[in-house]
C-alpha cells in the first residue's frame, strides 16, 4: 500500500499555498486539494483491472481560482442557491452576494470552495481537512468550525461533512465533483446510465428556485427508477428540461433522513465501471454539465464541454431558508451538522 503524500500544488493569488494530497489503498486512488478541499483525481479500476480518473479536474490552481464550475469542490456554507440571495433568521434578514442571476449560489464571492483548508490528519486511506468559518462571512451570521474526511474504503470513497455553530446560522454542505465513468476527458456521458433512489423531485422556476412543492418523478422524463442513458430524454419537450437546459434539478432521496441509503447508481459500458451513490441527506442535485464551456482545457490535456460529466450533489434542498415545508438547514449554537456520502464503485 502507498503511503499519503503531501506536495505543493501552487499559490494563490493571495499568497497562500496549496497542496496536494494522495491518498491509495491499492485498489483505489485519489487526489485532494488544500484549496477547496477539493477531489482532483478518483482513480478506480475498469473491467480490465486498468486505472481510470473518473472525476473531472484541472492542472493548475489558476483554473481553480478563476473558472466557473466548482469541480471537485465542497462548497458552503450554503450549497445550491438561495433566491435572491436574501433570507431571515431570529426575525432578521440577511443578505448575501448575488452571483448566479438573480440569486445567491454555493456561498457566494469567496466561498469554501475558494478557500484554503487546513490539514488536521493524514493516512494512507484517509484525509482530514479543517476550516473556520467566522461570524459575517460572506453574510452569514454565525461562526462555524468545520471538518470534511475523505476516507478510502475498499471499493469506496467516503466523505465525511462535519460543522459546529458557534451562533445561530443556516448550513449546507456538498462536493460539486463531475464524474464521467468512461474517463476524465473521454466526451459526453449521454450513453452511460443512471438510476436515482427518489421518487419526487422539486421543480424549479428559470432562475432554478423551486417552487416549493415535492412533484412525483412518475410518468415524466425526470423518472430515473430503472436504469436509463442519460441522454435518453434529455432533449424532451418538457418544462423542467427546457428551464435546466437538461437536467439541473434537486431530487428527493428515499428513505429516511440521516440513514445511509442508496441514492443512485450509474454505469458505463464502455469501461464496464458502476459507481453506487448513497448519502444521509434528503436531496441530490442531478446535474448534466449544461454549462460547462465548450473547449474547457482539462487534466492532462484534455478538452472538456457541455455534458461530458453528470454530477451527483448530495445535499438540502435549494432555497431552504425560505421554503418553510422543506427539510429545516439551521443550525442553533451549539448544533453539529453531521452527514456522510459515500461513493462505492464495482464493474461487470
Known amino acids: 500500500m502507498n503511503q499519503p503524500s503531501r506536495t505543493p500544488f501552487g499559490t494563490t493569488r493571495s499568497g497562500?499555498?496549496?497542496?496536494l494530497l494522495t491518498l491509495d489503498n491499492?485498489?483505489?486512488s485519489c487526489e485532494i486539494l488544500t484549496f477547496g478541499a477539493t477531489l482532483r483525481t478518483l482513480t478506480v479500476p475498469d473491467q480490465e483491472g486498468r486505472p481510470v480518473d473518473v472525476v473531472l479536474g484541472y492542472d493548475h490552481l489558476s483554473d481553480y481560482e478563476t473558472r466557473d464550475g466548482y469541480l471537485g469542490a465542497v462548497v458552503g456554507r450554503y450549497a445550491n442557491r438561495i433566491a435572491k440571495g436574501q433570507f431571515s433568521l431570529n426575525g432578521k434578514t440577511y443578505s448575501l452576494a448575488v452571483n448566479n442571476g438573480p440569486n445567491h449560489l454555493h456561498g457566494g464571492i469567496v466561498g469554501y470552495s475558494y478557500r484554503v483548508w487546513t490539514v488536521e490528519e493524514l493516512t494512507p486511506q484517509k484525509a482530514v481537512l479543517t476550516l473556520e468559518s467566522p461570524d459575517g462571512e460572506e453574510g452569514y451570521p454565525g461562526a462555524l468550525s468545520l471538518r470534511v474526511t475523505y476516507a478510502l474504503e475498499d471499493r469506496a470513497l467516503s466523505l465525511h461533512y462535519e460543522a459546529l455553530a458557534h451562533g445561530d446560522t443556516?448550513?449546507?454542505l456538498t462536493n460539486h465533483s463531475y464524474f464521467n465513468l468512461?474517463?476524465?476527458g473521454s466526451g459526453p456521458v449521454l450513453d452511460q446510465t443512471l438510476s436515482l433512489s427518489a421518487s419526487r423531485y422539486t421543480p424549479a422556476n428559470e432562475t432554478s428556485i423551486p417552487y416549493g412543492t415535492l412533484e412525483p418523478v412518475e410518468g415524466t422524463p425526470m423518472d430515473f427508477h430503472t436504469p436509463t442513458p442519460i441522454g435518453a430524454r434529455i432533449e424532451d419537450d418538457f418544462e423542467q428540461l427546457k428551464l435546466g437546459h437538461g437536467y439541473d434539478h434537486n431530487y428527493v432521496v428515499d428513505?429516511?433522513?440521516g440513514t445511509l441509503r442508496p441514492a443512485a447508481r450509474a454505469f458505463s459500458s464502455k469501461t464496464g465501471i458502476g459507481m453506487?451513490?448513497?448519502?444521509?441527506?434528503p436531496g441530490m442535485q442531478l446535474y448534466t454539465a449544461n454549462f460547462l464551456p465548450e473547449g474547457c482545457p482539462g487534466k492532462g490535456g484534455a478538452s472538456y464541454g457541455p455534458r461530458h460529466a453528470f454530477c451527483l450533489e448530495t445535499q438540502f434542498f435549494p432555497?431552504?431558508?425560505n421554503q418553510p415545508a422543506f427539510p429545516s438547514t439551521v443550525l442553533r449554537a451549539g448544533d453539529r451538522y453531521d452527514h456522510t456520502t459515500r461513493f462505492v464503485f464495482y464493474t461487470e
Open 319 to 321: 432555497d431552504s431558508p
Open 276 to 281: 453506487e451513490a448513497e448519502t444521509t441527506l
Open 16 to 19: 497562500e499555498p496549496v497542496e
Open 26 to 28: 491499492g485498489t483505489i
Open 170 to 172: 443556516v448550513c449546507n
Open 182 to 184: 468512461a474517463g476524465q
Open 255 to 257: 428513505g429516511p433522513v
